[in-house]
């Protein structure tokens, strides 16, 4: 399912006190871009904090995955824009694609999974469905290897050291 546009939820510019000492963005400042563009995203589908207030839901961050992609320099304009790409009855998984305002250039992507005390509301939850996209291959994740971890190994000399060294 693919909605017609991503939903613009933040903008900014990057301060000097946000770099670190080569002019690069820090990148807590990342993650701080995608909880400022979760509150909009949120809002813009009927979820703001008054409507939160008033449906009695409480929300959290169940976790975060960025992939960062390019580098942000101290003065850059970024842009962050955001869709829902999975709606569970109690969760949600945002997409944000934080990009340099300049030039279009996707700088970061971030999913983040919102999580409900409460079943989502009919309205909030129709809005998101009809927004909802796909996520981009470029903000999947990826690794470098092989998902098991060494303990479970095929490679008898590596599983067996790790067995010797733990008695």
Known sequence: MSSPSLIPTF???VNTWQC???DHLN???YTEFGHEAQAHLMASLGLGPRAQRASEINLGVAWDHVRYLHEFRVVDAV???SAPVEIGERDLT???EIRNASDGTVAATMRRRIASDKPWPPPFRARAEAAR???PANASPRSVGALCP???SPMPRARDWLRSAAR
């Open 11 to 13: 903008s900014t510019a």
């Open 20 to 22: 670190d000492e080569n």
């Open 27 to 29: 990148v807590q400042f």
């Open 79 to 81: 842009e962050v824009l």
């Open 94 to 96: 945002a997409y944000h």
């Open 133 to 135: 996209m796909t996520l």
């Open 150 to 152: 060494i303990w479970c």
